[in-house]
Structure formats: C-alpha cells, structure tokens
C-alpha cells in the first residue's frame, strides 16, 4: 500500500514556460537585445532551450540563446543566470490544477513531500508566490539539505521523515536523471512528467507511469492502491 506522493517543483508544480514569458519584458530591457529579438520572439527562443536544453543545464541553454542570436552584446553566463534566479524570486505562474490535486491527495489521508534542487532562498521564494508550503508535510531543499539529487540521499532522508519506506512512496517529476532514476534507485515509484516533451538520456529507462502533467496523480494512487472512489 502507497502511504503518499513527493514531488519535484520546476516544471513539474508550476508554469515554468509562463513563467518565463512573464520575465521576458524585463529580460528584453535588461540585456542589449539582437537584431529583430521582439519580446515575443525572445519568448519563443528560451522556451525552445528550455524544453530541449535544460536536462542538459543552462550553459547549453545560453549557448543555445547566443548561437540564435538573441544577443547584440553578449553578456557573462553569470550575469544571465543571476537576472533569471533574481526574478524566479519574484515572479512565478500557477498551474490551475496544482493545490486541488495536492488537497486531494491529502484528503484521502495520504502524505506530500517535495523534494527539489536549488538555492534556499530562490526555492523558498517561489513556495510563497506560489503558495505551496502549506500543501506538503515535508520540504528538502538542497541548499539547506547540503545534498543535491541526483544523489539518493534526499530522497532516503524524505521517506524518514515522512515514516513511510521508499517503496510506499511515489516520486513526481520531470528530469530523467535527477527524478526519475535517483528516486528509481532510492526504491521511489518513479512518475515522468512530461512537461519539456523531451528524454536526452537513452541510457536511462523511461519509467512504466507517464503523465502530461500532475493533474491526475490521486487518481493513479487510488489504481495503484486499488481504491475505488465512489
């Protein structure tokens, strides 16, 4: 029997394309623009790196940026990545479909974690916009948790937290490495999250549950727990 669902936050939780739509018009502002780059076209060009890219890390989305010419003065990799941190603090979209999902899960008595990588405050900053703290029992950070997935120990640590064992666990999320098979290795049930469309490690094997998004993930605990909901 599954005893609850822990869950990535980047491109899995929120609207990381509208997001970064949403940061565009200042983006444009900020960096000496290319020739031609609209803030609609700017748009099009990250989300386009983002989704095939960022698996791979945001060097090669910058290289990927410079390379179509987004810019007419390039600027430093750490200045383009302090610009987004800096406004991923203060700008984040809301899926729809997020806290009902989160309410249903925790009114059928099962239990939420989320485990993701990145800076404390950067994290942090984006649960209140978002306002999520309050959806999961537990919350690992690896800023403050000192260990970063893909190592198997934040996820070792969650399921000690939550009391559960791994393997009456689910993992939710969007990375191949980093979601599915560290969780995998943990003893997780790894859920994929196609929110990019896109599987850069073939060495890896794509787990058996798919979804386009978390919307339905109480309905896949109730099969996998062979509950009905009448």
């Not at 200045?79 to 009902?100: D, G, M, Q």
């Not at 950070?141 to 996820?155: H, M, V």
Request: net charge negative; aromatic share 12%; hydrophobic share 40%.
């Amino acid at each position: 029997m599954l005893k609850g669902a822990v869950f990535d936050l980047d491109h899995t939780l929120f609207d990381r394309y509208a997001t970064l739509r949403r940061i565009m018009p200042a983006f444009c502002e900020h960096f000496d623009m290319g020739e031609g780059i609209t803030v609609e076209k700017a748009g099009d060009i990250i989300e386009y790196a983002d989704r095939h890219f960022v698996h791979l890390g945001w060097q090669i989305i910058f290289k990927y940026l410079t390379e179509q010419g987004m810019f007419k003065a390039t600027p430093s990799f750490e200045e383009y990545a302090e610009f987004l941190y800096s406004h991923f603090r203060k700008i984040a979209v809301e899926y729809s479909f997020t806290k009902p999902m989160l309410s249903k899960l925790r009114e059928r008595g099962l239990l939420t974690g989320l485990i993701t990588n990145g800076k404390s405050e950067t994290q942090r900053a984006k649960l209140k916009l978002l306002r999520l703290s309050d959806y999961f029992d537990e919350i690992i950070i690896s800023g403050e948790f000192g260990c970063a997935k893909p190592s198997t120990e934040p996820f070792v640590a969650m399921a000690q937290r939550l009391k559960a064992e791994p393997n009456e666990l689910i993992y939710v999320g969007d990375h191949p490495k980093y979601d599915i098979e560290a969780s995998r290795m943990a003893g997780y049930i790894p859920v994929w999250i196609k929110t990019t469309g896109t599987w850069v490690y073939p060495e890896i094997e794509k787990p058996a549950i798919q979804l386009d998004d978390v919307s339905s993930i109480p309905e896949v605990m109730d099969r996998l727990n062979n509950v009905t909901i009448l």
